[in-house]
């Protein structure tokens, strides 16, 4: 059964920067990354903080360079994939979560690979899906100040020190973007892919929100800056709003190529799975 709505107080302009200044007056540095005991979060402050030499630009160039060989190497045999962004808030029952878990669940079942953030939450609920519908699924885990640790649904965990590292990583191996209820996280990628795709650096690429209620707002807010001449209505595609997981398989494969639709390997139901694993168990016997 899923948790009742939590209801937060909505604050005046004022409460608001009281708020955001007494979280952040914890930092050191003016706003800077938090101590961290992680030394790949320390790496991270010292870059912020301090001014760097030619031969420590190389040495972090060479990380870089790396960093992008390891996602090359182990993203570069998924097959279709999809990515689902979300809050890593969410707890196990809530609405949220179980909305995620079951999307995950419906694009693995239609043949796809889940790709996640690899966290907790909205993320976790969508590799948990996937994994008890019998497909293949991996987090792309990014190394903060508090480590995120891999959640256990994961066929398998990437590790990246670097935030645009990741995101070409799920860019360039998506054929599109399932943003569920989230925060700024969330939005960052939902924003980086819209402005790809206006720039036409990549494209077609479906950008579905699910939870109508949640991305409301959102869309408003889109509508209302398209008013204003900042863009045209027709370079963003977040009208595509749904409230269900079969609505956003079913969109995603409408936008699909028809020679990239047949890479496609649909699981059977769980009960015929179920009942060819103990046909080959028997055989064994």
């Known amino acids: 059964m899923a948790s009742p709505k939590i209801k937060y107080p909505r604050l005046s302009p004022e409460q608001w920067e009281k708020a955001w200044q007494q979280h952040w007056r914890k930092s050191q540095l003016n706003y800077e990354l938090p101590i961290s005991f992680n030394p790949n979060a320390l790496q991270e402050h010292e870059f912020l903080s301090q001014r760097r ?10 990380r870089i360079t790396r960093e992008f060989e390891m996602g090359f190497r182990k993203l570069g045999n998924l097959g279709p994939a999809v990515t689902i962004f979300g809050s890593a808030r969410f707890k196990p029952e809530e609405r949220y979560y179980e909305l995620s878990r079951m999307t995950g669940s419906a694009f693995a079942r239609a043949g796809f690979t889940v790709l ?21 699924t991996y987090g792309l885990n990014i190394i903060l100040p508090h480590e995120q640790k891999p959640n256990p649904y994961v066929k398998d965990s990437f590790k990246f020190n670097y935030f645009f590292v990741r995101k070409v990583m799920l860019v360039k191996y998506s054929c599109a973007f399932i943003a569920m209820p989230g925060g700024l996280g969330t939005l960052d990628e939902l924003f980086e892919a819209a402005t790809l795709i ?14 109508q209620e949640f991305w409301s707002g959102l869309r408003e807010f889109v509508a209302f800056m398209a008013s204003q001449g900042v863009f045209t209505p027709e370079e963003v595609g977040f009208s595509r709003i749904v409230d269900t997981p079969e609505e956003a398989v079913e969109l995603v494969l409408s936008s699909l190529p028809s020679n990239f639709r047949r890479q496609l390997k649909p699981l059977p139901p769980k009960r015929a799975r179920q009942a060819t694993a103990k046909k080959k168990k028997s055989r064994k016997k």
């Not at 030499?53 to 060479?62: G, H, N, V």
């Not at 996640?116 to 293949?136: D, F, K, L, S, V």
Request: aromatic share 2%.
């Open 53 to 62: 030499t030619a031969t420590k630009e190389r040495e972090r160039l060479d």
């Open 198 to 211: 206006q720039c036409q650096k990549i494209g077609p690429f479906p950008l579905i929100l699910v939870g």
């Open 116 to 136: 996640t953030g690899g966290g907790p939450g909205a993320m976790e609920a969508a590799n948990r899906g996937a994994h008890e519908a019998g497909g293949p």
